[in-house]
């Protein structure tokens, strides 16, 4: 199976709080885009492991996702180490992503910063000829970028996606979730610890606000490390739609 784009999340909910619109408008351009969710969630504070699969695929018909993948490490213990980026670019080569879309690893959630530290290490473990060979995998591949997408923390992007035409769209992801979204038992008064209640009302300000930064409605910001080559394979697919 080769894919175009590899979404590495820590959660399921993540790739698609962070960079649904994204995902929508490489789809639509005829990408084909897969998630590798880290962990299935279990030890987030609101719903059960079933709302939370069956949310999960919800969401991927919405998006007609081409593969979703779980690594099944431990939630709220993912870690990158040596096992774990074997595992992870055993499955990058596999899959033959040009693209890795992947946690920022200065994230605040220590889950979300693993992750992102284990996709750059697998990212570039993928390539070496002897480990791939160790793997039993039949070539290296290592993809061409690494795209990092922002959570909680705030970093200068280099690129932001306009993800005004999908906006509607990501909501509807984004409301697939719905045991994250409302509180779940009488204790609970929908706020998250730091960021105040309704998750949609903040997922709209922040892109609107990296929107505004290159002067569109809503955008969803990437941080590369390094220039980025003028032939990169995310602006080739986002190009076409
Ligand atoms: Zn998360």
């Not at 590798?36 to 699969?53: K, L, N």
């Not at 690594?71 to 709220?76: A, G, I, Q, T, Y």
């Not at 096992?83 to 889950?111: C, G, Y």
């Not at 993800?163 to 509180?183: D, G, H, I, M, N």
Request: charged residues 25%.
């Amino acid at each position: 199976m080769k894919l175009d784009v590899l979404v590495v999340a820590a959660h399921p909910d993540d790739a698609e709080m962070s960079v649904g619109g994204t995902i929508l408008r490489l789809i639509d351009s005829g990408a084909r885009v897969g998630i590798v969710d880290c962990t299935r969630g279990e030890m987030g504070t609101r719903g059960t492991q079933a709302d939370r699969d069956n949310e999960t695929a919800a969401a991927d018909r919405l998006m007609h996702i081409h593969a979703r993948f779980n690594l099944n490490l431990p939630d709220s213990r993912v870690e990158s180490n040596v096992e774990n980026r074997e595992k992870l670019a055993s499955l990058i080569r596999k899959t033959q992503p040009d693209v890795i879309l992947a946690h920022h690893p200065t994230d605040l959630h220590p889950d979300h910063m693993a992750a992102g530290h284990l996709a750059r290490e697998a990212w570039y473990l993928s390539g070496l000829k002897r480990l791939a060979q160790l793997a039993g995998d039949e070539s290296p591949h290592r993809p061409a970028h690494i795209f990092h997408f922002l959570s909680h923390v705030a970093q200068e992007p280099t690129m932001v996606i306009d993800v005004s035409p999908v906006w509607k769209r990501k909501l509807e992801l984004v409301q697939c979730y719905a045991s994250q979204l409302t509180p779940q038992t009488p204790d609970d008064n929908g706020e998250h610890f730091l960021f105040g209640s309704n998750i949609e009302e903040r997922i709209t300000t922040k892109a609107r606000y990296f929107g505004e930064q290159i002067g569109v409605q809503v955008g969803e910001p990437l941080v590369h490390m390094g220039p980025i080559p003028e032939n990169d394979r995310l602006r080739h697919w986002l190009n076409k739609s």
